[in-house]
Nanobody, 121 residues
Framework: QLQASGGGLVQAGGSLRLSCAAS????????VGWFRQVPGKEREFVAA????????YYADSVKGRFTISRDNAKNTVYLEMNSLKSEDTAVYYCAAKTGGRDTRVSAYDYWGQGTLVTVSS
């Protein structure tokens, strides 16, 4: 089970940190990704991190502004979001999968409930 939290209302240029807490599984062996979705649009990849945390990758739209990290001792993955823009407004979901890196929504087996991020301009 995955639980995403940390969303909220922030002004453009501001920062937020999202958390994804896991329970009930060998979390440390999973690749964890963050995705986001705007009403009427498809869910899109944001960032993901390997199970040991040595490798991370990002969508071009957030590269240089967002940082994904994980603390396996706490079963938690974080998404630090800086220099937020109005176009970052979305519901953010964390998800987990076994195997290697993947940016496809369909590749992820477990999903959290989502947390809303609203960036005001």
């Amino acid at each position: 089970q995955l639980q995403a939290s940390g969303g909220g209302l922030v002004q453009a240029g501001g920062s937020l940190r999202l958390s994804c807490a896991a329970s009930g599984r060998a979390f440390s062996s999973y690749v964890v990704g963050w995705f986001r979705q705007v009403p009427g649009k498809e869910r899109e990849f944001v960032a993901a991190i390997s199970w040991r945390g040595e490798s991370d990758y990002y969508a071009d739209s957030v590269k240089g502004r967002f940082t994904i990290s994980r603390d396996n001792a706490k079963n938690t993955v974080y998404l630090e979001m800086n220099s937020l823009k109005s176009e970052d407004t979305a519901v953010y979901y964390c998800a987990a999968k076994t195997g290697g890196r993947d940016t496809r929504v369909s590749a992820y087996d477990y999903w959290g409930q989502g947390t809303l991020v609203t960036v005001s301009s």
